[in-house]
């Protein structure tokens, strides 16, 4: 079945650390992006990415980093300059180069501990 | 910019009651426009959706009309049911953007 998946599903991180969130498709999208969802709030765009190797920052980008090496992969990695970390992560695709139709994964809740 | 506005909850509603949720958008052009709804501790699952004015999307019971005139995309149900428990999100988006606006979602609760 094609689809977005994301991995793990929880993740626990410790102060000053690094932890990256994977998120693969199959769909031969070639758009992708990172959201964020805080408990009972939206989604709020964190990195978007219309093309292999090139990404744009959203609108809370301050302490993530991402690549997009491959067309399948947009990997996000929440570093120790992100202040507040604990949320809900969500990756989408879609196949036009943005703001069409998005199809998202299960999630990753990161949680700091 | 684009924005999403759409009806603030939670909604508590009796089983087989009708559902309405306002969604209202503020954009350049008429872009496309989205329902999408969260089950808990999950992603998004695209609801509906409409490309063009007069559109009418429909699924498991749901409708939503694309109203160029108001600017407006309702979500509604005759009957709810207590499965239908969820957030559920209203976005708008075309090709050129860079990606979809969402509202803040409204959370529904269907009681038995």
């Known amino acids: 079945d094609g689809g977005i998946t994301q991995s793990p599903k929880y993740l626990f991180r410790k102060e000053g650390q690094n932890v990256t969130l994977s998120c693969e498709q199959n769909?031969?999208?070639?758009?992708m992006y990172w959201y964020r969802q805080d408990p009972g709030q939206g989604l709020r765009l964190i990195y978007y990415s219309q093309i292999v190797n090139d990404f744009q920052k959203g609108d809370i980008a301050e302490g993530y980093s991402v690549s997009r090496e491959k067309k399948e992969s947009f990997p996000l990695t929440v570093t120790s300059a992100q202040k507040n970390p604990t949320a809900f992560y969500l990756c989408?695709?879609?196949?036009?180069?943005?703001?069409?139709?998005?199809?998202f994964g299960q999630g990753t809740r990161l949680t700091v501990v | 910019g684009d924005s999403v506005t759409q009806m603030e909850g939670p909604v508590t509603l009796s089983e087989e009651a009708f559902l309405t949720i306002n969604c209202t958008y503020t954009a350049t052009g008429y872009p496309s426009l989205f329902w999408y709804v969260q089950y808990p501790g999950e992603g998004l699952q695209l609801l509906l959706k409409a490309t063009k004015a007069d559109d009418k999307g429909s699924n498991k019971g749901f409708e939503a009309t694309y109203r160029k005139e108001t600017t407006s995309f309702h979500l509604e149900k005759g009957s709810v049911q207590v499965s239908d428990s969820a957030v559920y999100f209203c976005a708008g988006g075309d090709t050129g953007r860079r990606a979809l606006t969402f509202g803040s979602g409204t959370r529904l609760q269907v009681q038995p």
């Open positions: 989408a695709s879609s196949g036009d180069r943005g703001g069409t139709e998005a199809f």
């Open positions: 769909l031969n999208h070639d758009a």
